[in-house]
T-cell receptor, first 115, second 113 residues
Framework: AQSVTQPDIHITVSEGASLELRCNYS??????LFWYVQSPGQGLQLLLK??????LVQGIKGFEAEFKRSQSSFNLRKPSVHWSDAAEYFCAVGPFNTGGFKTIFGAGTRLFVKA | DAGVIQSPRHEVTEMGQEVTLRCKPISGHDYLFWYRQTMMRGLELLIY????????DSGMPEDRFSAKMPNASFSTLKIQPSEPRDSAVYFCASSLTGDYGYTFGSGTRLTVV
């Protein structure tokens, strides 16, 4: 069955330190993969997406993610975290064709940034 | 573009009352999704439309929930009658064929007392 797993419920990182958020997926074919960020009281915002080609994908706000087919992973990284990055991050995989497409979201990882 | 617009931002209603949530997708987007977010269940897809036609409503929890999309620029999600367990944040999102990335609205926080 198709699924998305984010193993870490929450992570705390010091400001200026590097960040890696983990995402593993189960999907029967080559997936489309996404990372979204949700700030408190807001909707989700697309950070980046992978469809094909270069397995290292650059996104907004200085984030990048790497697709590793052998590990079924799509981890999100940032070299230096800012306090404004504190939010919840969702990995997603799709599409699932039932006459159209839909995306499955992981449970999310909440990022705390300490000064 | 103003993005995906949802109204109201907050709704407090009494159990048994009818609730209508509204969504205006991004102009030109041909897919519209309704999600519900709770602490216990995370993000759940309720229903989605393509070119105003409902494609998959398997996530609608029960008959009390209904959704319509009368035209390309407007959709509603209705709960009748509402129950306390319907309390959640409801998100609308839109997308374009071939893109697959979603643009979310700011959500409607529904509280049923």
């Amino acid at each position: 069955a198709q699924s998305v797993t984010q193993p870490d419920i929450h992570i705390t990182v010091s400001e200026g330190a590097s960040l890696e958020l983990r995402c593993n997926y189960s999907y029967g074919a080559t997936p489309y993969l996404f990372w979204y960020v949700q700030s408190p009281g807001q909707g989700l915002q697309l950070l980046l997406k992978y469809f094909s080609g270069d397995t290292l994908v650059q996104g907004i706000k200085g984030f990048e993610a790497e697709f590793k087919r052998s590990q079924s992973s799509f981890n999100l990284r940032k070299p230096s975290v800012h306090w404004s990055d504190a939010a919840e991050y969702f990995c997603a995989v799709g599409p699932f064709n039932t006459g159209g497409f839909k995306t499955i979201f992981g449970a999310g990882t909440r990022l705390f940034v300490k000064a | 573009d103003a993005g995906v617009i949802q109204s109201p931002r907050h709704e407090v209603t009494e159990m048994g009352q009818e609730v209508t949530l509204r969504c205006k997708p991004i102009s030109g987007h041909d897919y519209l999704f309704w999600y519900r977010q709770t602490m216990m269940r995370g993000l759940e897809l309720l229903i989605y439309f393509n070119n105003n036609v409902p494609i998959d409503d398997s996530g609608m929890p029960e008959d009390r929930f209904s959704a319509k999309m009368p035209n390309a620029s407007f959709s509603t999600l209705k709960i009748q009658p509402s129950e306390p367990r319907d309390s959640a944040v409801y998100f609308c999102a839109s997308s374009l064929t071939g893109d697959y990335g979603y643009t979310f609205g700011s959500g409607t926080r529904l509280t049923v007392v």
